[in-house]
């Protein structure tokens, strides 16, 4: 399998600046191990990739045979020494052709095959490992260059693990099979060929090290404004209401001119390479040719002896210079390997412990934070937490207030673990939440986001996502209970209806109300809401607060607000600033205390506000 070699921790953003001269030179050091890679993929298809060996194997003994036939037909036929053998060699010409056309063909599925099967099985693992990692790797790579990573590199890819291999084994092949026939033939001649063929191949694998380095720089450039269009295209609207349209469009073709410039480099070297590669095994072929018919006109050899000779020779050149193109291609494939290598090389600093802590069973719902304090991995020196302390207890209903920044979302993203805090201890259920199994301490968790998360999928499918095992009639009760019932029959298709991505085709506050259908379907102990009705007019977060005063019934509930009317009502309010938590209390007794909350408060509920 494609697995990561290194242990590195998974922050390091991709590198996507244009290589320095000496990443040049390291790149045209480095050997083909990577496509090493792929060696796994390709044995989990053993009789498919043996199935292709054979008929590999065939389709060059056809090959090889091809000479002998002529060679006797030429001494034999044409020299009236056994005339009735044409018709005979003809016949045998034929059914070799036949042999090696099937056999081709059959190889040509085969390899094929193997290269489709493997290229969508790393891209399954890549895209797996992908989802394995934490959000600060997200953070400081680029989406756009790593979805050219798991899409035109594992498709450079596919080439060496298809067709690429099986035309460098054939040619191999052939190489050997006709420089030994070559012997067998005329060892005077093939001893001038022998001679010539280091001179041939040397100057090729120098020359493919300089193609491999252009290949890489060509895969980052075209990564690079991929990442470009990526980003753009999906904030078009943004993009658009600040009239930007020609800026970026400007900057996507400088950025498409860079790839043009470094694949046009790529493409001069692979041309000047195919120029010396035929160059020199023609004028080699050339040589031995005049060398060999001088021995014919002295009668030291014949006509059929040399005309074997020349199509082994033809053959042997042919498969040189068939080998420098696919070392073009295998040079691509192996920068390719090399970026997805990287690419697995990221590993996630949150993971699960070697030996989980089992997590009670039913989950209570209990919260704990002991003296924690966070920084963000781009901002380690802000403190995001700083020495923050709290419990909840099951079934309590907690709001979190406090001006943008304060740090409440961070503590959402320490309970379902997103990251680990620096100092200090979060507990779920009285377990450190670094000591239980990822998968079973965020299934205590439904979250209403701020942002909504919507998929282009089906309504059903978003409602559902994260219960697969979902009826259609829990996501209808779960669309009901979050009052989206209603609007969702009214679709052209209902349940069925297809979204646009990120649910475009909804409103705000439609988008917001099949995310929490979707929390009332995970059915968890621990709800998460974070301005769960923000997106929302006055009418619907009416229905929709009732709703989910419904669905927080017998549930710990952590609240994020900034519209203070939205958790008046809460057990406990609890107030951060600047990271820190400073006021803790009912909303009457925050009131009473004058402070932080209570300006808040002022701010929001003095008739003159909204003035």
Same mark, same amino acid.
């Given at each position: ?5 290194? !242990? ?50 065939? $389709? ?8 002998? $036939? ?8 044409? !020299? *009236?020494?056994?005339?009735?053998? &044409? ?8 059914? &070799? ?10 190889? /040509? ?21 992908? +989802? ?18 798991? @899409?035109?590199?594992?498709?450079? &890819? ?30 005077? %001649? ?19 090290? !300089? ?22 295209? *999906? ?25 043009? #410039? ?29 060398? *060999? ?11 059929? +002896? ?5 199509? /082994? ?14 070392? =073009?291609?295998? $040079? ?60 909840? #207890?099951?079934? #309590? ?24 805090? @620096?100092? =200090? ?25 701020? #942002? +909504? ?37 009214? %679709? ?7 979204? =646009? ?6 409103? *705000? ?19 998460? %809401? ?7 007019? @006055? ?11 419904? &669905? ?8 994020? $607000? ?50």
């Amino acid at each position: 399998m494609l697995q990561p070699v290194s !242990s590195e921790p998974a922050v390091a953003p991709i590198n996507r600046q244009e290589p320095r001269q000496e990443d040049a030179e390291k790149s045209r050091r480095i050997s083909l191990k990577p496509l090493g890679r792929i060696r796994p993929y390709l044995l989990r298809y053993k009789g498919m990739l043996a199935a292709a060996l054979v008929f590999l194997v065939l $389709a060059a003994g056809a090959m090889l045979a091809l000479p002998l $036939a002529l060679r006797r037909m030429i001494d034999l036929g044409f !020299s *009236g020494v056994e005339p009735e053998l &044409v018709d005979v060699y003809f016949g045998t010409l034929f059914a &070799v052709g036949a042999v090696l056309a099937l056999t081709s063909a059959a190889r /040509y599925y085969c390899v094929n095959w193997l290269g489709e099967r493997v290229v969508a099985d790393i891209r399954s693992d890549v895209f797996a490992h992908l +989802t394995s990692l934490s959000p600060a790797f997200f953070e400081v790579s680029h989406s756009g260059e790593v979805m050219s990573r798991l @899409t035109a590199d594992t498709t450079q &890819v596919k080439a060496a693990a298809g067709t690429a291999v099986s035309q460098a084994m054939r040619n191999v092949l052939l190489v050997v099979g006709s420089v030994v026939m070559m012997i067998v033939t005329s060892p005077k %001649l093939s001893l001038a060929v022998l001679i010539a063929i280091p001179l041939i191949v040397l100057p090729l694998v120098a020359y493919g090290r !300089s193609v491999r380095a252009r290949s890489r720089h060509a895969q980052d450039t075209l990564a690079e404004a991929s990442a470009y269009a990526s980003e753009s295209l *999906g904030q078009v609207k943004v993009l658009q209401a600040f009239t930007n349209e020609r800026a970026a469009t400007s900057r996507f073709r400088r950025a498409m001119d860079r790839a043009f #410039e470094a694949a046009n480099d790529r493409a001069k070297a692979r041309a000047g390479l195919t120029a010396i590669a035929m160059f020199l095994v023609f004028a080699s072929v050339v040589g031995v040719l005049w060398y *060999g018919a001088q021995d014919v006109l002295s009668g030291s050899m014949t006509g059929g +002896t040399l005309g074997q000779f020349v199509l /082994y020779a033809v053959f042997a050149a042919a498969a040189v210079g068939g080998l420098s193109d696919v070392w =073009g291609e295998v $040079a691509q494939a192996a920068g390719a390997a090399e970026r997805l290598g990287e690419l697995l090389e990221a590993q996630s600093d949150i993971q699960s412990p070697p030996h989980p802590t089992p997590m009670p069973v039913p989950g209570r719902g209990e919260i704990s934070f002991a003296d924690v304090t966070f920084a963000y991995p781009l901002r380690p020196d802000d403190a995001a937490l700083d020495d923050v302390s709290f419990s909840v #207890e099951p079934g #309590e209903r907690v709001a979190l207030v406090g001006p943008s920044g304060a740090g409440k979302t961070t503590i959402f993203a320490l309970l379902l673990r997103f990251y680990d805090p @620096t100092s =200090g201890i979060v507990r779920v259920d009285d377990v450190p939440v670094d000591m239980a199994e990822l998968e079973e301490l965020r299934s205590r968790f439904a979250m209403v986001p701020q #942002e +909504t998360a919507l998929f282009a999928d089906s309504v059903a499918a978003n409602i559902a996502y994260g219960s697969d095992d979902a009826t259609p009639a829990q996501i209808e009760a779960a669309a009901k209970a979050a009052f989206a019932h209603d609007f969702i029959v009214k %679709l052209p298709d209902g349940y069925d209806t297809q979204l =646009g991505e990120g649910g475009i085709t909804l409103s *705000g506050g439609q988008r917001q109300r099949i995310a929490i259908a979707r929390a009332v379907l995970r059915d968890a102990p621990i709800l998460l %809401l974070d301005e769960a009705t923000s997106a929302l007019d @006055t009418t619907n977060e009416t229905l929709v607060q009732k709703a989910l005063d419904k &669905v927080m019934d017998g549930r710990t509930t952590l609240v994020i $607000a900034h519209r203070l009317s939205t958790v008046v009502n809460a057990d406990r309010i609890l107030v951060f600033d600047e990271g820190r938590l400073v006021e803790e209390g009912t909303h009457q007794q925050l009131i009473a205390k004058s402070g932080l909350y209570s300006r808040l408060a002022a701010l929001q509920f003095a008739p003159d506000a909204a003035e």
